[in-house]
């Protein structure tokens, strides 16, 4: 072999032996020379003894909810403090300390977190004292979108602002409520546990209702000067109410029997804590007080106003701020009324999921595969085993609805009840599968087919993070609803830091034609009545009680808007009191009164 070939073939060898150096070098760095499953962090566990002196963090939802939420945190013993509206300048930090690539909640909701963390500091506070004094509790799962990362991403982006360690306690629907460590710092109790079922469900139905009254208040601002005065009153009870104690409310004779008796009395006071927080007279005294102070605001039905519902992504469809571009006020101020989904729903959705997913899996998770036909310990083991999954969640999706719709009828009986998650699901079906997950799964596309084939709403409104897979997903299919329900409208809004004049831009244009709509339905049930529109408004004039916002209006089936449905009713009173006064001054009436 010549010197030259033998060259080549030692700078060749050169070249791979530098190759190979750099590429062991990049490896080691990138930590895959030794790689290692990943392991969640460990982290500082929140324990019992801090209780008085650690302050919990929370937010993101309405300003009714969180509320609520703070008052059975501080009845309960805890420290707690919300966050404030998450805003751009929130969405803007989470951006800076965070991942590329997340949806607007995330950067929004760590982003707040870290402003606030940040003026804390700013006040004074070393960064030692935030991270012993203050952790964050939050929502966590795991499935198929972002949602999955949402704690490791708070953590990532606490680190890069410079409050690394910072503790991050997790409600996950598929384990309850505990802190990413396990730590008992956060107890679930009944106490705690019936305090928020009540939260929730006030919480929910006190925002449904501001956004079915405020629409047609005639003073303007009434209503929401009402609505903090009768929410005051709530948070008062649901944080200053006594607990509930067996030994206490005993009689004298039996309690020291009853102190004797650990098991006994445990489970008197679990279940005397129960009755007291949905039955005790304080509990309903105050809904009594709520629901008669809101009463006292004046409305008006007679407006005409498109009804919006408004579907989409959780923390989109909930959240009042720049996280969906202020899009309840908005809608208010272009002439609307708002249709808002409860929390109760999402809660509601995961029952039902968790029946039909019992039912689905049961041939793989039934404790005897393939008994044979004579083996009928087997048989009964099987069905017993799935029998008792799916009466326990019915159980608790029943009480669930009941105690919802008790809170809707103590609190004026006008807002809307849940929707049946078994139609839901079955309107979707054909559209969405059911088990497809993420996200809301099917209900976006579900709700959409139910409140426009029942006439329930002239709009429908998604509002959804920028990217979101699932709801994403959801919109490619709404294209083959809304070509079966031809007369749908329908508009989904993907909703970020920034856009917000676009987002405007586009409601703007589908809320013509709602109230193209809506004005349409009033004229034409205002003519079916053959009264002029002055007549009913006179009516209305000589008769307070109509003007009051717990005054039950029936529902007529195919009309969606509160005027029209107003203008019926009122017609058929005044027909109703025609016919009375005429009976009354008939001849043989006459005789008898005067006899």
């Given at each position: ?87 751009v ?65 708070y ?7 410079g409050f ?13 409520l ?12 009944v106490?705690?546990?019936m305090?928020?079922?009540n ?18 208040e ?12 009768a ?24 309690a ?71 899009m ?22 995961l ?17 005897h ?16 085993a799935?029998?008792?999954k ?11 609805r ?15 009840p ?26 976006e ?26 709801s994403?997903?959801?919109?490619g299919v ?6 079966k ?36 339905e ?10 002029s ?33 107003f ?22 009436v ?6």
């Amino acid at each position: 072999m010549d010197n030259k070939r033998m060259a080549q073939i030692e700078r060749e060898r050169e070249i791979r032996k530098r190759l190979a150096t750099e590429r062991s070098h990049l490896r080691a760095l990138a930590g895959l020379e030794s790689p290692a499953h990943f392991r969640r962090p460990a982290e500082r566990t929140f324990t019992a003894d801090e209780r008085g002196r650690v302050t919990i963090l929370f937010g993101g939802l309405t300003w009714k909810h969180e509320e609520l939420i703070r008052a059975v945190f501080l009845g309960c013993g805890y420290r707690c403090e919300r966050l404030p509206v998450p805003d751009v300048a929130g969405f803007q930090a989470g951006k800076e300390y965070g991942n590329n690539g997340q949806c607007s909640p995330a950067y929004f909701t760590v982003g707040n977190l870290v402003k606030y963390l940040q003026s804390l500091e700013g006040s004074g506070k070393s960064r030692q004292q935030i991270l012993d004094e203050y952790v964050f509790f939050t929502a966590g799962s795991c499935g198929p979108c972002r949602f999955g990362m949402y704690e490791s991403e708070y953590r990532f982006a606490l680190r890069n602002a410079g409050f690394n360690g910072f503790r991050v306690l997790l409600f996950k629907d598929s384990d309850g409520l505990k802190a990413a460590s396990g730590e008992p710092g956060l107890k679930f109790t009944v106490d705690f546990g019936m305090g928020m079922l009540n939260a929730l469900h006030l919480g929910d139905v006190m925002n449904d209702l501001l956004y079915e009254v405020r629409p047609f208040e005639v003073k303007e601002g009434e209503t929401d000067r009402v609505f903090r005065k009768a929410m005051d009153g709530l948070v008062a009870t649901l944080r200053d109410r006594p607990p509930f104690e067996i030994i206490e409310r005993a009689p004298r004779w039996a309690a020291p029997y009853l102190a004797r008796k650990k098991t006994l009395r445990n489970t008197l006071n679990t279940l005397g804590k129960i009755r007291e927080h949905l039955y005790g007279d304080i509990y309903l005294e105050a809904l009594e007080t709520c629901a008669k102070t809101l009463d006292a605001i004046e409305v008006d039905r007679l407006r005409v106003k498109p009804v919006v519902k408004i579907t989409g992504e959780f923390w989109a469809q909930t959240t009042e701020g720049d996280g969906n571009f202020r899009m309840f006020d908005f809608l208010e101020r272009e002439g609307a009324q708002v249709l808002v989904e409860p929390i109760a729903t999402w809660v509601a959705y995961l029952i039902h999921q968790a029946k039909a997913n019992a039912r689905a899996k049961w041939p793989v998770t039934r404790p005897h595969r393939d008994p044979h036909w004579w083996e009928l310990k087997k048989h009964l083991a099987n069905q017993k085993a799935l029998r008792k999954k799916l009466v326990l969640l019915s159980l608790g999706e029943s009480l669930w609805r009941h105690f919802y719709q008790r809170t809707i009828e103590h609190l004026g009986g006008i807002t809307h009840p849940l929707v049946p998650q078994t139609e839901l699901a079955a309107l979707a079906h054909p559209f969405y599968n059911q088990f497809a997950r993420g996200g809301e799964g099917h209900l976006e596309v579900g709700k959409n087919v139910y409140y426009t084939k029942n006439h329930l709403c002239h709009m429908v409104l998604s509002l959804k993070p920028f990217g979101c897979m699932p709801s994403s997903q959801s919109d490619g299919v709404q294209s083959a609803v809304i070509n079966k329900f031809q007369d749908m409208i329908f508009l989904p809004i993907e909703t970020s830091g920034e856009g917000e004049a676009n987002a405007h831009s586009r409601v703007q244009m589908a809320l013509g034609e709602a109230k193209v709509k809506a004005r349409r339905e009033f004229e034409e049930a205002l003519k079916s009545t053959g009264k002029s529109l002055d007549e009913i408004k006179t009516y209305v004039a000589d008769h307070p009680e109509l003007r009051r916002p717990f005054y039950p209006v029936p529902c007529r089936a195919g009309i969606a808007g509160a005027a029209a449905q107003f203008v019926l009713h009122v017609s058929d009173r005044m027909d109703a009191d025609a016919r009375l006064w005429r009976r009354s001054r008939a001849p043989g009436v006459a005789a008898s009164d005067s006899a």
